[in-house]
C-alpha cells in the first residue's frame, strides 16, 4: 500500500467515525427532547413556556460541537503563559531602562506595555493565528462562523479588531483610568462632571466584570469561546489538527531558558566589565577631539588653551555644577549667557566653600567638586569650565596673600 492511498484511507475512516458520533449525538438529543417534553407537561401552563426557553438555553451553552473538553485547561494555560511572557518581557526591558533613568519605567509603563503587546501581536496571530502560549498548547485561533468540517483561519477583520480592543484598547483604558485617579486624587474638590466620569467608568467596569464571569462559567461548560472577546468575535482556540495531542513541545522552554541565562550572565559581568569608566574614555576622547578641531593651532598646548568648556562662559562666583544641576536641559555653552561679571541663576548657584581643582585651578563648591572626583573612581574629571582633567582639589587661596620667605 502506497503512502497516497494510505492517506485516503486514514481521512474516510476518520470521516465515518464523525458521521457516526453525529448520528450518536442527534439520538441522544431526540431523546432528551422528547424526555424533556413530557416532564415539561406536568407544569402549569405559565411556567411552561420558561421552562421550555431554560431547557434550550442549558442545551445550547452545554452543547459539544465547540472544541474538545479536553483542551479546556490546554486554552487557560495558553492565556497564563501569554501573560507570564508579557511580565518577562516587561521585567526584561525595566531593567535594561534603568541605566538611562530609574524613572522611565514608571514614567512611560503604560506606552512600554502598548509597545511590547503590539509587537506580540504582530508576530503571533497577525502572522500565525497563534499566540506563543496556543503554540506551546498545539492550539491555534480559528473562524468559529464557519460551517465547514476543517478549521478556517480568522479573517483580516477579526485580527484586526482583536489587536484593536486588546492592544490599543487596553492602553486606552489604562490612561483613562489613571486619568480619572489623578483628577480625583488632587489637592481641589472634583467637579461634578469628573465625579459622573467616574460613576460611568465603574459601571461599565462592573458590567464588563459580569459578562466576562459569564462567559467564562460557559466557556467551563461548553469549552468554546476562552474569553468575552472571543465570544463576541467567533473567534476558538482549536487544534489544526482532528486528533489532538497532549504533547508539548518544549523547545520555547528552552529558548527562554538559555535568553535567561544570558540576561543573568550579562548582569553578572557588566559591572566588572565598567561601562561607566569606557563612556568616561569615550567621553573624554570626544572633548579632546572637539578641542584639537576647535584650535588648529600647532602650538596649542594644555597650558595655553582657552577655556574651552562646556560652560566655560559663566562668571566666576558661578559653580558650573550647581549651574548644571539647576538646567539638566543645557546642551551647549552657546545657550549659556555670557556675562563678565553677577550671578547667573539665583543663589543656589553661588559657590559655597570653594575649592579649585588641580591643576587647571578652576573654582567649585566643595561638596560639588568631591562628588564629581569620587565618582570617577579615580579616573579623573572633565573640567565644565577649561575642559582640562582635574584629579584633586584644594581649599581656595585666591583671597590669601603669601608672603614669600627669603633664603
Known sequence: MTSESFKLAQQRLIARRQHRQADARSHQAQQELSHASTVFDRIPPPLRKFGRLGSVAWNTAKGRTGTSPALRVGQIDAELLDEELLSLLTGQVGEALKYLGSHLQDDWSAEISLLLRAVL???????????????????????????????????????SLYGLMTVAGRYGWEKWDSWLIEQEGDYDEPTSNVRNLSQISSLLSTIHSVAALGSFVIFLVNGRYRTLLDRILRLRLSSPTSQASRQISFEYLN?????????????????????????????????????????????????????????????ERTCAICYESQNPLLTSKNEVPAT????????????????????????????????????????GWTCLRCGRLISSCKPWSGDVLESKIES
Open 121 to 159: 501581536f504582530k508576530l503571533t496571530i497577525w502572522d500565525h493565528n497563534s499566540t506563543y502560549g496556543a503554540t506551546l498548547q498545539n492550539l491555534k485561533y480559528t473562524d468559529a462562523r464557519t460551517l465547514s468540517k476543517s478549521p478556517q483561519p480568522p479573517s483580516i477583520l477579526q485580527k
Open 255 to 315: 529558548r527562554q531558558l538559555v535568553w535567561h541565562s544570558f540576561t543573568e550572565f550579562l548582569l553578572f559581568i557588566l559591572p566588572l566589565i565598567g561601562i561607566r569608566r569606557w563612556r568616561r574614555l569615550l567621553s573624554r576622547s570626544w572633548r579632546r577631539l572637539r578641542i584639537t578641531l576647535i584650535n588648529e593651532d600647532s602650538e596649542f598646548t594644555e597650558d595655553n588653551a582657552e577655556k574651552v568648556g562646556e560652560l566655560s562662559s559663566l562668571p
Open 340 to 379: 563678565s561679571g553677577g550671578v547667573v541663576g539665583s543663589s543656589q548657584t553661588d559657590i559655597t566653600n570653594p575649592y579649585e581643582g588641580r591643576p587647571c585651578g578652576c573654582i567649585y563648591c566643595f561638596t560639588c567638586l568631591a562628588q564629581r572626583l569620587e565618582g570617577e573612581e579615580g579616573d
